[in-house]
């Protein structure tokens, strides 16, 4: 019989970093696809996405020693998710532009779409919504685009965006405004309403 009540992200953490290597497993459990398709939507490359994503959890174990339940366990992993995704920034300048015609484009579109205030029954055709979403997420600045797949994919809030990035929460905010703007503009959206960008 299952477990009634299971343990919260944190605890389980405490408990892998205490030596009982069990927990470790539905922790990546939990997390492992978000994660990958983080770092598959930022670069538009599975194979990179499956390297970043297993060095992001060599370094989650790594860290397990020194980690503090201070934050959520995910807005700890995908600080270091975010970290990985700047040091392959760094040493590859010319990064890989999203890939349109790929099937997790049209899952990108649908989830977007569905967790960042768009709507997508009001625009025409889900494979050009997702090439011409796919194509505007591309044209953005990383670190917008970071921003907004962060509060996308990966359900982050404002503060949680600036503690994985190291940003204040006024930057962050802004890069999350900044992407749905030129995403919006992009996408013929702009007769939609105004999206907050809770705090």
């Known amino acids: ?16 970093a205490s030596g009982q290597a069990a927990a470790f497993e539905p922790l990546y459990s939990r997390h492992s696809q978000r994660l990958w398709r983080y770092f598959f ?16 959890w060599f370094a989650v174990v790594d860290a397990a020693p020194r980690y503090q339940p201070s934050a959520k366990f995910s807005t700890w992993a995908f600080t ?46 889900r494979k050009d919504l997702a090439r011409a979403l796919l194509d505007a997420l591309a044209q953005l ?27 204040s929460a006024e930057t962050a905010k802004s890069r999350l405004r900044y992407a749905r703007a030129k995403l919006r503009q992009a996408l013929g959206a702009d007769d939609a309403e105004p999206q907050k960008v809770p705090a």
């Not at 019989?1 to 892998?16: G, K």
């Not at 599975?46 to 060095?55: E, P, V, Y």
């Not at 010319?94 to 990108?108: F, P, Q, R, T």
């Not at 994919?153 to 949680?160: F, I, K, R, T, W």
């Open 1 to 16: 019989m299952a477990d009634e009540q299971q343990p919260t992200d944190e605890a389980l953490m405490l408990a892998y």
């Open 41 to 56: 939507r930022n670069t538009g490359n599975a194979a990179l996405a499956d390297d970043l994503a297993q060095d992001t």
């Open 80 to 125: 270091l998710a975010h970290h990985k995704l700047v040091d392959h920034w760094r040493s590859h300048k010319a990064h890989a532009s999203l890939d349109e015609e790929s099937a997790e484009g049209m899952s990108l579109a649908e989830t977007l779409f569905a967790h960042s205030g768009f709507d997508p029954e009001r625009l025409q055709g």
């Open 141 to 167: 600045p990383p670190e917008q685009r970071e921003a907004f797949l962060l509060q996308a994919e990966a359900d982050m809030s404002v503060a949680d965006i600036a503690a994985a990035t190291d940003v």
